[in-house]
């Protein structure tokens, strides 16, 4: 019985870099975001990017980068990309550490690659390529679909509250009114079809349009969503 106590899941996170709190322009920006989409963002938990952060290694400024988020209804849950003496004052304070992002790159620049196993090899398999993940099902609200190392195809509506997740595409053959995902594990070249876009919010490797930033004229319209200079653009599909 005890093997059940713990279970996996997968959650959905804002990722802040900690040099943006420093920034004067952070906090009536993200008020802005917060006037357009308030229940999105009502208690929506926070990790707190520490790459490149020389500071944070006293618990008062985690302490100071929470009251600063509480004042924009988020909640600082954790951190990740610390160092030994940030993640010993964030530990302190009670935050949790975090992997780093999934959002960046998954090789590093200028780092060449390793050679490959050549498919003439004797015993060398051929990869398996990941299967897509097909719902024929309506996804109801409160429910969410990950699918993990390929892409999602949904074949009916997808309900406000509901979220679909893929490391690759979405295909929604229907309408969208929930939340979509796609790239999660930092595909940037991930994309969203869907046939009536009415969708909560839309998101790919990590960047993300709410419902109010969606322009009218392409809502309702079936499209394709995808990231170009690191914005996310919506075209007719």
Same mark, same amino acid.
């Given at each position: ?5 713990? !279970? ?12 943006? =709190? ?9 008020? !802005? ?14 990790? =707190?990017?520490?790459?490149? +952060? ?21 909640? =600082? ?11 010993? +004052? ?46 024929? !099902?309506?996804? &109801? ?34 309408? =969208?009114?929930?939340? +979509? ?14 046939? &009536? ?20 004229? !392409?809502?309702?319209? +079936? ?15």
């Amino acid at each position: 019985m005890a093997s059940n106590l713990v !279970q996996g899941a997968v959650f959905t996170v804002m990722v802040v870099r900690a040099g943006m =709190l420093r920034d004067p322009g952070f906090e009536p920006e993200l008020a !802005q975001q917060v006037r357009r989409s308030p229940r999105f963002f009502l208690n929506a938990p926070v990790v =707190l990017d520490l790459r490149g +952060a020389a500071e944070f290694t006293h618990g008062a400024e985690f302490h100071e980068a929470r009251d600063i988020l509480r004042r924009h209804t988020l909640t =600082l849950i954790g951190i990740q990309n610390a160092q030994p003496a940030q993640l010993e +004052a964030a530990a302190a304070v009670g935050l949790a550490s975090f992997a780093p992002s999934s959002t960046q790159p998954s090789r590093p620049r200028n780092v060449e690659p390793a050679p490959s196993t050549p498919s003439s090899s004797p015993g060398a398999a051929a990869p398996t390529p990941a299967k897509a993940r097909l719902i024929t !099902q309506p996804i &109801r609200s409160g429910t969410q679909v990950y699918a993990r190392e390929g892409d999602l195809v949904v074949t009916a509506p997808v309900s406000p509250g509901a979220e679909i997740i893929a490391d690759g595409n979405i295909h929604v053959y229907g309408v =969208l009114r929930g939340r +979509a995902l796609a790239g999660a594990s930092g595909d940037a070249e991930a994309r969203i079809f869907c046939s &009536r876009l009415e969708a909560e919010l839309v998101s790919i490797a990590g960047r993300y349009l709410v419902s109010d930033q969606i322009p009218p004229e !392409q809502r309702g319209s +079936a499209v394709q969503i995808a990231l170009h200079d690191d914005r996310l653009t919506i075209e007719p599909n």
